[in-house]
């Protein structure tokens, strides 16, 4: 099982309390952005911005749901059923958002 230096050298109480934390306060910061872009009756400036909007949403949110991960695996650790940590898969999944994110605001900003 592979995971992260936080995961494995902070002590069980402060997994738990930071990465809730964490997951509430980012994941309720990724909303918005996530919201706006996909919702049909907001008022959507071009593609460029609204890809934007959806990349950094789902950036964040994907953020939001590792802390999450990492605050259970830390609340059911050493429980027979215990949750394991997330896997590399989600930090590709939170790269990949705000690369695209990042690229289409530079085509935003070029245009």
Known sequence: MKTTAFMTTSPRQRRITWGFGLAVSIGMIGLGPLF??????????????????????VGLCTVAYICGRIAVAAVTEGRRNAIAPPTRRVYWVAGGGFALAALCLVIALSS
């Open 36 to 57: 706006a872009s996909l919702w049909p009756g907001f008022d959507h400036s071009p593609w460029d911005v609204n890809t934007m909007l959806l990349g950094l949403g």
